[in-house]
């Protein structure tokens, strides 16, 4: 009997939240999908690194499994306040708490598996859409294949049905101590409009709108540190409830004063409805408010990142194997030779970068480079040259500088045009996020080489390999004539293939080069610690064979420089277009699914709670604008009073979201361009992310106002 | 003359084919302009159809309803809402007040919707009140108020536009019968001041006896009417007591 009840008032539920359903399921289909993705077989063949992004989606499921605890919390109270009075009647005859209590539990858990099943069912093909994008990244043909991962699914089910675990034992601590007349008050309380001290609460607006000004202003002026974010976020989420609380009065307030507002047509209705909802609703708003901020500013960093991804290979890898040598004379014969096994080579060039014991471009860069954000600064703005000889990290020690019969080669082998100088003119190659920063006192000035004096002729900024290999950031390119003045700094190897080089290749390359240079595999360099420690070496002999050779093994690489590229930098001895380009892209996914993932989540959480708020209330609203339609109000008034008391309501949380998450996303977007040399602004990200945002957002508020209307209509 | 309302061979039919329910049969009357007019009937009887009818919440099987000439069943929706904002006011057993307004803004809502001013509105609202006997209710939310008082705020409400009708849907029906009482005072007040046209649906034949003319409906047709003329209350309760008893209807205060 119990169970056929709880089937039955389950199937009601599922009629009555829908929207809630279709919500969980799609978390669900989110967790499995991904799950499946990050457990798969093939995903950890073709990629070492899938390891990063199962920790990055483990870290992304914990904030999942705690606001869709939330939500079934929220959604749990919710229905057990709405049918209250329906539980009442079940205590007046004679049914126990206990027994009520786990009627409740089945019921939830029988909507929960009902999600959860539609949720796998969607989640798979979900999970081989994910594969083919993965497949696309690693240039790799997918063949779709059934079959369901028992460990994805496994791991799903546990974090799902977890998820549902502590909020149902809560809600059976709640059933213990209620009463009959307590159910039947709850139904009531819904109803109830408590007058507050509102005119005191009014105030925490304003504090509250201060409070998120005051946390913006912290995060522009201040320097960043752990404390500062903190304190920030504190003041952001302080600043939020304050604002709904406040703002709840306040419109208290305003309809008690008779505000204008309350004699124009409707409004007095509409302004009652948003008023009492707000005063029962103030913290599930500022939820709402939050997570939809955070969505916000997940899309836009997602977008950051693949737009960069677009860019990066293409800026930092243009020739499709690069490699450099410390040593000005090597002839990269080892090299070459592995490559030609690999794959047939269409076009090659050996040549040296030199330097002319010159400073003045880095010193220069050293100031106006933005991405360098004033470190190497005095107090006046100059070069402050101590600091900057002790910790400049991103040029040589002198400007580099390129033959132009060696820079035409390159062009000519990535299909540019070649350039002409004049027997006295000298061009710059510079990377185009840093070409932004040269003014006319570098771009005029003229270079002496010798006794010639060269005159600028043009600045180049085709994407070039600049992060260490061809210049840090610039090379300089003058006639080749002048190539006795100049000192050889480093040389270097470019080549173009027929075709795309096996997987191997890079390996290989690197295998060579650190058996040369005395570099170590990671397993080398941990095999070799193992074995000092057994036998007994001392600390500092430890610590000293660290120091030489962590930055090798980690870093991989033996670059003097690596430009100023920050955040994602690519930067390495050896270069292999394929490869690079796989890992990059790599990374980069591992930084955009996890935080789509938790930002689609989280959206749709939020939009959950909206839609449920105002549809399950529907039935109270049925006799609201029966009353309005009694008082003479024409069905087309009606659903003008529906549409702008939802929108107001939708748009309130999101206006809100958009006004806090759109400073500090344009923000970190310039400054994102300023250190990757991504393409776009901090606006254009932003832009992308808010039209996905107000698409999801769109469809959840057009099956509320229909499902609203339909519901009132009855 | 002075005719107001005229219902000319009114009928509804709920259902189809076999299993037609005829809920208002071949109904004729008229209403004059001022007139406290009853309808009294046992439950299902049809004088609820009746009042929906009239007041444009449904609509006629067959069958005309004029207001001063006007035809209502011939109306498109929009002018029919338009009809019932400018024309019409309602009372009803279970009050219908918006549980989010205060009294005040229950009755102030009734003419914000109408778009009057600020300037129009607060004297006419805040008389009524005080005429009533709510002023001192006004902040009031109606869960704070008593079933007499949220009745008589939904009698301002339904006057305060001057509406040419005021219909009443068992008015008295969840009022103790103090309550009621006021309450039917009330609507004297409101016939008499107010010179309200007042049109009210009751099975109680106390409630009945407040009014000047009474239609008495049996399955959906009027079998009998009775006019107080220069009765006293007493008299007219008796006399509408005596039909009631012809017809086994409510002759709980016969005895």
């Known amino acids: 009997m119990l169970i056929r009840l709880s089937l039955r008032n389950a199937r009601r539920s599922i009629r009555d939240y829908l929207i809630y359903l279709i919500t969980m399921s799609g978390v669900a289909a989110l967790m499995f999908a991904f799950d499946s993705v990050v457990f798969s077989k093939d995903i950890a063949r073709m990629c070492e690194d899938a390891s990063i992004m199962g920790a990055m989606i483990g870290l992304a499921t914990i904030f999942i499994i705690l606001i869709v605890s939330w939500l079934i919390h929220y959604m749990v109270r919710f229905m057990l306040e709405k049918r209250s009075r329906e539980f009442g009647t079940y205590l007046l005859l004679g049914m126990d708490q206990k027994k009520i209590a786990r009627l409740y539990l089945i019921e939830n858990l029988i909507m929960g598996s009902v999600a959860f099943v539609i949720g796998v069912f969607a989640g798979f093909f979900l999970e081989q859409g994910l594969l083919v994008l993965f497949y696309q990244l690693f240039s790799k043909e997918y063949q779709i294949h059934v079959g369901i991962s028992p460990v994805g699914l496994g791991v799903a089910f546990v974090c799902f049905f977890a998820c549902y675990l502590k909020t149902l034992r809560k809600s059976r601590k709640l059933f213990r101590n209620m009463t009959i007349s307590d159910f039947m008050r709850m139904e009531k309380e819904n109803e109830r409009i408590k007058a507050g001290r509102d005119r005191i609460l009014q105030l925490l607006f304003p504090v509250g709108i ?120 090597y002839r990269f014969e080892q090299e070459r030779r592995i490559i030609e096994e690999d794959t047939p080579i269409a076009g090659e060039l050996v040549y040296q970068i030199y330097h002319n014991e010159d400073k003045s471009m880095i010193h220069y860069l050293a100031v106006h480079n933005a991405a360098f954000g004033g470190e190497y600064c005095d107090q006046n703005g100059q070069l402050d040259l101590s600091q900057f000889e002790k910790n400049n990290w991103a040029y040589y020690d002198y400007d580099t500088y390129m033959l132009e019969g060696d820079y035409n080669e390159l062009r000519n082998l990535l299909g540019l045009a070649p350039i002409t100088l004049g027997q006295e003119g000298y061009a710059i190659q510079v990377k185009p996020r840093v070409a932004k920063y040269l003014d006319e006192e570098i771009k005029d000035r003229v270079v002496e080489v010798g006794a010639a004096n060269l005159k600028p002729e043009g600045i180049y900024t085709d994407d070039f390999s600049q992060n260490g290999h061809n210049g840090a950031d610039f090379v300089i390119i003058v006639p080749d004539k002048v190539r006795d003045e100049l000192t050889a700094y480093y040389s270097l190897y470019a080549a173009k293939l027929v075709a795309e080089p096996s997987d191997a290749l890079k390996n290989k390359l690197d295998q060579y080069t650190n058996g040369k240079t005395g570099r170590m595999t990671e397993d080398e360099y941990l095999a070799k610690l193992e074995s000092m420690i057994a036998s007994g070496a001392s600390v500092e002999e430890i610590e000293a064979f660290e120091q030489e050779k962590q930055l090798l093994v980690f870093a991989g690489i033996s670059l003097k420089a690596t430009g100023s590229d920050q955040i994602i930098s690519l930067a390495a001895d050896t270069l292999v277009q394929k490869t690079e380009r796989q890992a990059t892209m790599f990374a980069v996914a591992s930084i955009i699914f996890p935080i789509v993932y938790i930002g689609l989540v989280f959206l749709c959480i939020a939009l959950t709670i909206l839609a449920v708020q105002q549809l399950s209330d529907s039935g109270k609203y049925r006799f609201r604008f029966d009353v309005l339609r009694k008082l003479g109000l024409s069905e087309r008034q009606i659903d003008g009073v529906v549409w702008r008391q939802l929108l107001i309501y939708y748009m309130l949380p999101a206006l809100f979201a958009v006004l806090l998450s759109s400073g500090i996303s344009i923000l970190a977007g310039n400054k994102f361009v300023v250190y990757t040399g991504a393409s776009g602004s901090g606006l254009y990200y932003y832009g992308l992310s808010l039209m996905i945002f107000f698409g999801v957002y769109l469809l959840y508020f057009l099956a509320t106002y229909v499902g609203f209307v339909r519901n009132i209509r009855k | 003359m002075n005719e107001f309302i005229k219902v000319c061979d009114v009928e509804k039919y709920y259902g189809e084919g076999n299993n037609i329910t005829k809920a208002v049969n071949r109904v004729s009357f008229s209403i004059d302009h001022g007139e406290f007019v009853g309808i009294m009937g046992a439950s299902g009887s049809g004088k609820s159809t009746l009042l929906n009818m009239l007041s444009t919440i449904d609509h006629v099987t067959a069958g005309h309803i004029y207001y001063d000439g006007l035809d209502i069943t011939a109306l498109r929706s929009e002018q029919v809402a338009q009809f019932r904002k400018y024309n019409l006011g309602f009372v009803f057993q279970d009050f219908n007040l918006l549980d989010t307004l205060t009294i005040e803004e229950n009755i102030r809502l009734a003419m914000t919707l109408h778009g009057k001013s600020k300037q129009e509105i607060d004297p006419v609202v805040h008389g009524m009140m005080s005429k009533l006997g709510i002023a001192e209710i006004a902040d009031k939310f109606p869960y704070q108020v ?28 969840a009022l103790d019968s103090r309550s009621s009482m006021m309450l039917l005072d009330t609507f004297t007040l409101m016939n008499r001041e107010f010179h309200a046209t007042i049109l009210m649906v009751t099975h109680d034949a106390f409630s009945a006896s407040y009014c000047g003319r009474i239609l008495f409906l049996k399955d959906g047709q009027i079998f009998h009417e009775l006019s107080r003329g220069e009765k006293t209350r007493r008299e007219f309760l008796n006399q509408i007591l005596d039909v009631l008893a012809l017809t086994g209807g409510d002759s709980g205060y016969a005895d």
């Not at chain 1, 500013?297 to 490699?323: C, H, K, W």
């Open chain 2, 146 to 173: 008593s079933g007499g008082q949220k009745q008589r705020c939904a009698c301002a409400r339904a006057l305060v536009n001057q509406p040419k009708l005021v219909l009443a849907d068992e008015p008295t029906g």
């Open chain 1, 210 to 329: 201060l409070l998120l000004v005051g946390a913006y202003v912290v995060i522009c002026r201040l320097t960043f540190s752990v404390g500062i974010l903190f304190l920030c976020l504190a003041m952001t989420v302080a600043g939020i409830y304050c604002f709904y609380s406040g703002l709840a009065s306040l419109l208290f307030c305003y309809l008690e004063r008779k505000g204008a507002g309350t004699y124009r047509k409707q409004y007095l209705f509409i302004l009652r409805q948003l008023a009492s909802k707000l005063r029962t609703m103030r913290f599930t708003m500022g939820t709402i408010s939050l997570l939809l901020c955070v969505a916000l500013l997940g899309g836009s960093i997602a977008m950051m990142f693949a737009q960069y991804q677009e860019t990066a290979v293409r800026n930092v890898l243009p020739f499709d194997v690069l490699v450099y040598n410390e040593d000005a004379d």
